[in-house]
């Protein structure tokens, strides 16, 4: 079992920026990839970015691509979500996820992915 805890969320005015963080804990797997997910009410679950185990591959869904950053550091098993130039429309919950076997680019499909956290908040103001 992997445990993942998210952190970083609040609420920013349109164009500011807030930094999200997904700490991983149980079970570890090598060739990991790590991503995150958004949804908003009455939306469905979108994908944002992911990260492969070693950092040489990751993968932007377009409308964040340029403004969010990720990035993982594996000694402390966490993957961190950089994002600037936030918009209104970036407002949902982000939810971290795991995949515990990955080759090639990290998935962008949620039922790539096995594990999953509780999810942050992000509320960008117009």
């Known amino acids: 079992q992997v445990q993942l805890v998210e952190s970083g969320g609040g609420l920013v005015q349109a164009g500011g920026s807030l930094r999200l963080s997904c700490a991983a804990s149980?079970?570890?797997?090598?060739?990991?990839?790590m991503g995150w997910f958004r949804q908003a009410p009455g939306r469905e679950r979108e994908f944002v970015a992911a990260?492969?185990?070693?950092?040489?591959?990751?993968n932007y869904a377009a409308s964040v691509k340029g403004r969010f950053t990720i990035s993982r550091d594996n000694a402390k098993n966490t993957v961190d979500l950089q994002m600037n130039s936030l918009k209104p429309e970036d407002t949902a919950e982000y939810i971290c996820?795991?995949?515990?076997?990955?080759?090639?680019?990290?998935?962008?499909?949620?039922?790539?992915?096995?594990?999953w956290g509780q999810g942050t908040q992000v509320t960008v103001s117009s």
């Open positions: 996820a795991y995949d515990t076997y990955n080759f090639g680019l990290p998935g962008s499909r949620a039922y790539d992915y096995q594990y």
């Open positions: 149980g079970r570890t797997f090598d060739r990991n990839a």
């Open positions: 990260i492969n185990w070693n950092s040489d591959s990751t």
